[in-house]
């Protein structure tokens, strides 16, 4: 009997794998924007806690076996998605015809060359774990300096946060000419914002940087930056982007995992990108320090009271990240724990709440919560924000009202 159990639970296991080759999920879960835990506060589960897996030389960073791994899974998906147009039934092919599932061969095959040697480029800047003590030397950074606040960084494991399909996704979002709509509507008038009321200058704090871009666009402005990310993943492509990218870009197809809602596939699931597109460099006056500094970690273990990162800052600028947290206790006290009298809070993005948050809060109960803090809103708007491609290229598009706020701590 206990054999049978047995037998019968590895079946079910076995299925459940074989439905998820299939992405028989949810529309939301392929394409929408991942979703980090950053919390490791008193309510959150999920958060790993996680120390870097990777022996070598800035463990931040992913291996070149790590690395190489999330590509594998991510070809692995495509392959399972596209095995019956690449392989139909007699009668698929009667009905599809011999020119078209030949188009679909070679667009599948030229899309999964190109991002693979565009991740093997990246893998190539790795350090190899092979090559001895010689390994470790760091490499450039003209833009972006990178500084760990502790030995061992709390991060998130290289299975989270995630996986090359968001990668490819926000190297379109950020770094494409495609998506300049994103620097538009979203990146743009947080900076025309500081710009008025810090006019001199001042340092700025950005949670959940990402891929750097919108990092880059404060610097490019004369604030000095310093960004907060957790996942590996991410990081070592923000530092690969703002540091080390050839100066003529590289070649992607974003949206090559995406086998839905497609109007086409030369505009649709196989449009060519180039990235990163050419942003001016941050203004650096002389003799003075790179003005993009990235620390990886989790955001509250790095930043609360009594940790290694806190200390004030002029303004801390929220973007599409507060409704990444399952505490939102833990949130305010982090961020308002970084302004002193004066400190500004600008925000921009929607409330998309985890089903792990406990306080599923409206955005008018937000600012009701800051007021409470001692906050005056100077400005209180929304925004429309199309988050990867602009609406109509696509059958479907991630698009939101977002709120876009400014508020100034008064006590």
């Given at each position: 009997?206990?054999?049978?159990?047995?037998?019968?639970?590895?079946?079910?296991?076995?299925?459940?794998?074989?439905?998820?080759?299939?992405?028989?999920?949810?529309?939301?879960?392929?394409?929408?924007?991942?979703?980090?835990?950053?919390?490791?506060?008193?309510?959150?589960?999920?958060?790993?806690?996680?120390k870097?897996?990777?022996?070598?030389?800035?463990?931040?960073?992913?291996?070149?076996?790590?690395?190489?791994?999330?590509?594998?899974?991510?070809?692995?998906?495509?392959?399972?998605?596209?095995?019956?147009?690449?392989?139909?039934?007699?009668?698929?092919?009667?009905?599809?015809?011999?020119?078209?599932?030949?188009?679909?061969?070679?667009?599948?095959?030229?899309?999964?060359?190109?991002?693979r040697?565009?991740?093997?480029t990246?893998?190539?800047?790795?350090?190899?774990?092979?090559?001895g003590?010689?390994?470790?030397?760091?490499?450039?950074?003209?833009?972006?300096?990178?500084?760990?606040?502790?030995?061992?960084?709390?991060?998130l494991?290289?299975?989270?946060?995630?996986?090359?399909?968001?990668?490819?996704?926000?190297?379109?979002?950020?770094?494409?000419?495609?998506?300049?709509?994103?620097?538009?509507?979203?990146?743009?008038?947080?900076?025309?914002?500081?710009?008025?009321?810090?006019?001199?200058?001042?340092?700025?704090?950005?949670?959940?940087?990402?891929?750097g871009?919108?990092?880059?666009?404060?610097?490019?402005?004369?604030?000095?930056?310093?960004?907060?990310?957790?996942?590996?993943?991410?990081?070592?492509?923000?530092?690969?982007?703002?540091?080390?990218?050839?100066?003529?870009?590289?070649?992607?197809?974003?949206?090559?995992h995406?086998?839905?809602e497609?109007?086409?596939?030369?505009?649709?699931?196989?449009?060519?990108?180039?990235?990163?597109?050419?942003?001016?460099?941050?203004?650096?006056?002389?003799?003075e320090?790179?003005?993009?500094?990235?620390v990886?970690?989790n955001?509250?273990?790095?930043?609360?009271?009594?940790?290694?990162?806190?200390?004030?800052?002029?303004?801390?600028?929220?973007?599409?990240?507060?409704?990444?947290?399952?505490d939102i206790?833990?949130?305010?006290?982090?961020?308002?724990g970084?302004?002193?009298?004066?400190?500004?809070w600008i925000?921009?993005?929607?409330l998309?709440?985890?089903k792990?948050t406990?306080?599923?809060?409206?955005?008018?109960?937000?600012?009701?919560?800051?007021?409470?803090?001692?906050?005056?809103?100077?400005?209180?708007?929304?925004?429309?924000?199309?988050?990867?491609?602009?609406?109509?290229?696509?059958?479907?598009?991630?698009?939101?009202?977002?709120?876009?706020?400014?508020?100034?701590?008064?006590?």
């Open positions: 009997q206990g054999r049978g159990m047995g037998c019968l639970c590895r079946a079910f296991c076995s299925a459940g794998a074989w439905l998820l080759g299939l992405r028989l999920l949810p529309r939301a879960l392929i394409f929408r924007r991942p979703r980090p835990i950053w919390n490791r506060g008193r309510f959150s589960q999920r958060w790993h806690g996680a870097s897996s990777s022996m070598g030389f800035e463990a931040w960073r992913l291996s070149r076996s790590e690395l190489q791994e999330v590509l594998n899974k991510y070809e692995k998906a495509v392959e399972s998605d596209a095995y019956y147009l690449l392989y139909p039934s007699q009668a698929e092919r009667e009905l599809l015809g011999e020119e078209l599932l030949k188009r679909r061969a070679s667009a599948v095959k030229k899309a999964r060359d190109q991002n040697l565009l991740v093997e990246v893998l190539a800047d790795l350090p190899d774990l092979c090559a003590p010689d390994s470790d030397a760091v490499p450039e950074r003209p833009v972006a300096e990178i500084r760990c606040l502790t030995e061992k960084p709390a991060l494991p290289s299975s989270s946060y995630g996986s090359m399909a968001s990668v490819f996704l926000h190297l379109l979002r950020d770094w494409s000419a495609e998506c300049d709509h994103v620097a538009a509507t979203t990146y743009r008038p947080v900076v025309a914002e500081l710009r008025r009321l810090l006019p001199g200058g001042g340092e700025v704090l950005l949670p959940g940087a990402g891929l871009r919108l990092a880059l666009e404060l610097a490019t402005e004369g604030f000095k930056v310093e960004a907060n990310d957790a996942s590996r993943l991410f990081l070592t492509f923000a530092d690969y982007v703002l540091n080390r990218a050839p100066p003529g870009g590289l070649r992607l197809y974003p949206l090559a995406v086998f839905s497609n109007w086409s596939n030369e505009a649709g699931q196989y449009l060519e990108v180039s990235v990163p597109v050419a942003v001016p460099p941050p203004k650096c006056p002389e003799g320090a790179r003005r993009v500094v990235l990886p970690g955001f509250a273990e790095t930043y609360r009271v009594g940790m290694p990162g806190h200390r004030r800052f002029d303004a801390i600028v929220t973007c599409f990240f507060i409704d990444t947290s399952v206790v833990e949130l305010v006290e982090v961020l308002d970084l302004l002193g009298v004066g400190g500004i925000n921009i993005g929607p998309n709440w985890r792990e406990r306080l599923k809060l409206s955005w008018s109960e937000v600012v009701e919560v800051w007021k409470r803090r001692g906050y005056e809103f100077l400005t209180q708007t929304s925004v429309d924000c199309d988050y990867h491609l602009l609406r109509g290229v696509k059958m479907y598009t991630e698009s939101y009202n977002c709120a876009f706020t400014v508020a100034v701590k008064r006590r």
